[in-house]
């Protein structure tokens, strides 16, 4: 079994920053894809940024410019650094990890950008 773990939402004012992780544990030899998606209230659930064992990396529009999406293969863990963030980010975030040919999810992280 596999768990993942993310933290480092919150509040935050529009043009503040943030920056969330997400640490993987459990039974993992290698992670394959990483990465973050978010769900704003009614909404589907939507790709943030995902990055490869390797590190490339890929970018919904909406975050291009403003979010940094990295990993650390020895701590198995996943980044995202939000800059410049907007109220339309405003959205529980999710990690989620390749592995085993699973896709596996995290609990989710609220991230709220309102003055």
């Known amino acids: 079994q596999v768990q993942l773990v993310e933290s480092g939402g919150g509040l935050v004012q529009p043009g503040g920053s943030l920056r969330l992780s997400c640490v993987a544990s459990?039974?993992?030899?290698?992670?394959?894809?990483m990465g973050w998606y978010r769900q704003a209230p009614g909404k589907e659930r939507d790709l943030v940024a995902t990055i490869t064992k390797v590190g490339s990396t890929k970018y919904a529009d909406s975050g291009k410019g403003r979010f940094t999406i990295s990993r650390d293969n020895a701590k198995n863990t996943v980044y995202l650094q939000m800059n410049s963030l907007k109220p339309e980010d405003t959205a529980v975030y999710y990690c989620?990890?390749?592995?085993?040919?699973?896709?596996?999810w995290g609990q989710g992280t609220q991230v709220t950008v309102s003055s």
């Open positions: 989620k990890a390749a592995l085993w040919g699973n896709d596996y």
């Open positions: 459990g039974n993992i030899v290698s992670i394959d894809d």
